[in-house]
């Protein structure tokens, strides 16, 4: 394969590998099973671009499903968020909803919407 295709795909493959991972505050070695067994931290945990998952749930919940539906989820702007974290879901093999992230609440809930058509 030719070197000058090799490395901006290399690029490409490694910036996309980062989409899914939710930036978090928390580590494994925070959180025993045991202690935390209710505090463990989950993928609708923190925020994401300046909104908890609550805010955005009933922001979109607002709208009433008229800016689109995902699943069972609703849009906000339109259902792209959602799709993109669907595609990357199938993509990556992802099967269980808690290995979803990313930086919007629409992508996590487009890829639990796979994770939880695999179950």
């Known amino acids: 394969m030719n070197r000058s295709i090799l490395v901006p795909l290399a690029a490409v493959v490694m ?25 463990t931290p989950t993928a609708l945990d923190g925020e994401r671009a300046g ?7 009933e922001q979109r919940d607002s709208y ?5 539906t995902f699943g069972e989820d609703g849009c906000t ?23 979803c992230g990313g930086n919007s609440w629409s992508f996590i809930e487009g890829c639990q919407t796979y994770a939880e058509e695999q179950e």
Do not use: F, L, P
């Open 77 to 99: 702007v339109d259902c792209s968020g959602h799709e993109a974290g669907y595609d990357w879901a199938a993509d990556n093999v992802i099967t269980d909803a808690d290995q």
């Open 64 to 68: 009433d499903g008229s800016m689109g």
């Open 51 to 57: 909104e908890t998952y609550d805010e955005y749930d």
């Open 15 to 39: 910036a996309v590998s980062g989409c899914g991972n939710a930036d978090s505050e928390y580590s494994e070695e925070d959180y025993s099973e045991e202690e935390y067994a209710d505090e």
